[in-house]
C-alpha cells in the first residue's frame, strides 16, 4: 500500500532524544486535541525530492506532524515528514497509475485525523471543458492504519454531463463538499458516502469554467471558494472573485465575499487558510503570478482584506505556475512549484522529474500581515 524513502536525520534524532519529536505515529497527540508539532525553524526554500512527484497541492496533519502532496499525474498521495525528508506514497488500486485519472485535491480534517481525496478525469482539463467524460472519485482515507473508510464514484450522479472536479473541504459533521470546474458545482458526500447534489451547475455549457478551489471555515461550518467563471485559463490576469456557502443550507447559496482594495486577480486556483492564523488569513494560487494574501480579522469572511501579491519571480520556477501553497510545521507557508511532465516516460503516467521546489514565502506573508486596514 505505501512505498518509503529516506531515512531519520540527526537534526530529527536529537529532538526524539529530548522528547520533542516522535519517530513514529503512535506518540502523536488524540485528533482533535491541539498537538504542538516541533518548530520547523528552516527557513529558505526547499526541494522535494521525489520522483514523478509533481505537487498540485498540499495539506498539513497536526496531529502526525507530516505534510501530504497530491502527486498529480500518479493519482497517488505523497506523505513527506519535513523533519525528516521522509516521503510515504499511498497508492488506491485501481486508480493510481491509470493514464486517465488525476490527484487533485485533498482536505486534511484535524478532528478525526482522515482524509479526503480528490481523483480526477484529466479529460476536462485538457479540452477545457469541452469532454467532461471519465471517472472522478472521493476517497476517504486513514493515514494512521493505511486503509482506504470508502471511495464514492462522483460520476454516478453526474452522469457524465458536467466534471472537472478538483477540491474538497469538510463541514462539522464529516460532510465533504467537492467543487467542479466545468462548469462550477457542488456535490456533497455524506460521512458515509453517499452523494448528493448540492449546489447544481447553473449551466449546460461544460465550457464555462467555474470554482478551482476550496476551504472549510471549521467551527462555522462555511465554505469558501474560488470563482473563475469568465476567466479563461491562459489568462495572465483576469478577474477572479471569492464566494461564502453556508455548509447548514439545505442547498447551496453562493454569496460574493467583498475584497477591499477590489484589486483584480486570477486566474485563481487553490485556497488555503493555513493552521497557523487561525482562519483570519487565506492564501489563494494566482496561476501566472504568484500568491495573494487576504486578511478577515474576525474570520467570518463575510468580507476581506486584499492585502497584496507574492510574485512567483523565482528564477528557477518552473513555467510560473503557481498551483497551491502549504503549510509546514507550526508555522512556515510555501509556494508549491509545479510544472508540466513534457515527455511521458515510457509505462508511466508522469515525467522524469525528480525535483520540486517549495518557496519560503513566511516573511513575506508576515510583512504584507503588518499592513494597518
Not at 235 to 260: A, H
Not at 318 to 327: A, G, H, L, M, Y
Request: charged share 20%; with cysteine.
Amino acid at each position: 500500500m505505501s512505498n518509503t524513502m529516506g531515512s531519520y536525520s540527526l537534526f530529527a534524532l536529537l529532538l526524539a532524544a529530548a522528547g520533542l519529536f516522535p519517530l513514529t505515529s503512535s506518540s502523536a497527540t488524540h485528533h482533535g486535541k491541539k498537538n504542538e508539532c516541533p518548530p520547523f525553524n528552516k527557513p529558505g526554500n526547499i526541494t522535494l525530492h521525489q520522483y514523478q512527484l509533481y505537487p498540485e497541492t498540499g495539506a498539513w496533519d497536526r496531529n502526525r506532524c507530516v505534510a501530504y502532496f497530491c502527486a498529480l499525474f500518479n493519482g497517488s498521495i505523497a506523505e513527506y515528514n519535513p523533519y525528516t525528508t521522509k516521503f510515504t506514497v499511498i497508492s488506491f488500486p485501481g486508480i493510481t497509475h491509470a493514464p486517465d485519472q488525476h490527484a487533485s485535491g485533498i482536505d486534511y480534517n484535524p478532528s478525526t485525523g482522515l482524509l479526503h481525496i480528490v481523483i480526477d478525469s484529466q479529460r476536462p482539463f485538457l479540452t477545457e471543458g469541452a469532454d467532461v467524460s471519465g471517472d472522478n472519485w472521493l476517497i476517504r482515507y486513514n493515514p494512521s492504519t493505511r486503509t482506504e473508510s470508502w471511495r464514492a464514484n462522483l460520476t454516478s450522479i453526474t452522469n457524465g454531463l458536467w466534471g472537472g472536479f478538483q477540491d474538497v473541504a469538510l463541514d462539522s459533521k464529516g460532510n465533504a463538499y467537492v467543487i467542479g470546474t466545468y462548469p462550477k458545482s457542488v456535490l456533497k458526500v455524506s460521512n458515509s458516502g453517499k452523494i448528493s447534489v448540492w449546489y447544481p451547475p447553473q449551466t449546460t455549457n461544460t465550457k464555462v469554467r467555474g470554482y478551482t478551489g476550496a476551504a472549510s471555515l471549521y467551527g462555522q461550518d462555511a465554505l469558501v471558494v474560488v470563482d473563475n467563471e469568465g476567466v479563461p485559463e491562459s489568462e495572465i490576469v483576469g478577474n477572479s472573485n471569492i464566494y461564502r456557502f453556508d455548509l447548514t443550507k439545505p442547498t447551496g447559496i453562493p454569496i460574493k465575499i467583498p475584497r477591499f482594495p477590489s484589486t483584480q486577480f486570477g486566474p485563481g486556483d487553490k485556497i488555503h487558510f493555513p493552521p497557523a492564523y487561525k482562519q483570519t488569513v487565506a492564501l489563494i494560487a494566482d496561476d501566472y503570478r504568484g500568491t495573494i494574501v487576504l486578511r478577515s480579522k474576525d474570520g467570518r469572511w463575510k468580507e476581506a482584506e486584499h492585502l497584496g501579491l507574492i510574485p512567483n519571480d523565482y528564477p528557477i520556477f518552473f513555467e510560473r505556475i503557481t498551483p497551491s501553497t502549504v503549510q509546514l510545521g507550526p508555522k512556515r507557508q510555501y509556494l508549491i512549484g509545479n510544472n508540466f511532465p513534457g515527455p511521458i516516460v515510457p509505462g508511466t503516467t508522469g515525467g522524469n522529474h525528480s525535483d520540486f521546489p517549495l518557496f519560503d514565502i513566511t516573511r513575506e506573508v508576515e510583512k504584507l500581515l503588518k499592513k494597518k486596514p
